[in-house]
């Protein structure tokens, strides 16, 4: 997309990891692109990630301590970096509430008690109404999804620890293949 102009070979073949790290290795490191304005625009490999900067196209903003060396170049694994020019992104197409994506906006964890969920539940039931929207739907276990039924939370006492609202990692998250550094956060929060 963006930086399709620019060929990651090069750098693939310049470009090993430092020694072996136990978090992620960091050939396998994704780093994110912000915009200029600091607005998240996607995910790329570090090695896309370098070539940005060394073009003078990407600066640094955040690193995770790990370098990656090379015949040329010797620098901190890049986690978080933004374009030095502002790009303009055309209006993109939300992502739809769909089980993978509910999930993976909660973190696979049940909004009711906290467990690992495997469901979607509409808050309120859509047998009352509730409609599915990213405002109505939140992650549930199988337990918690059964015991709640087609009832109101007040009906049960229950209440929900955030309000869900549709993600803002729509560009950047879209694959869901790719685990967030939590050094994004600051980034891309809600
Ligand atoms: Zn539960």
Not at 9 to 31: C, D, F, G, L
Not at 109 to 118: E, F, K, L, M
Request: aromatic content about 4%; proline content about 8%.
């Amino acid at each position: 997309m963006l930086t399709s102009a620019v060929t990651e070979s090069a750098m693939t073949s310049a470009v090993t990891p430092a020694a072996a790290s136990p978090a992620t290795p960091a050939a396998q490191a994704r780093t994110l692109l912000l915009n200029a304005s600091m607005e998240p625009l996607c995910i790329v490999s570090v090695h896309r990630a370098v070539l940005l900067m060394m073009c003078g196209k990407a600066t640094v903003l955040e690193t995770d301590g790990r370098m990656l060396h090379s015949a040329h170049v010797e620098m901190p694994l890049p986690v978080v970096i933004s374009l030095t020019r502002y790009v303009h992104v055309p209006m993109r197409r939300p992502v739809p509430p769909t089980r993978r994506t509910v999930l993976q906006r909660d973190s696979h964890r049940c909004a009711y008690c906290g467990g690992g969920a495997d469901t979607v539940d509409h808050v309120h039931p859509r047998s009352k109404g509730g409609r599915h929207e990213w405002t109505n739907v939140v992650a549930a276990c199988v337990r918690c999804n059964h015991r709640k039924a087609d009832r109101l939370l007040h009906e049960l006492g229950w209440e929900l620890p955030f309000t869900p609202r549709a993600p803002r990692w729509s560009i950047a998250f879209g694959s869901g293949a790719v685990r967030a550094d939590p050094l994004w956060a600051a980034y891309v929060a809600a």
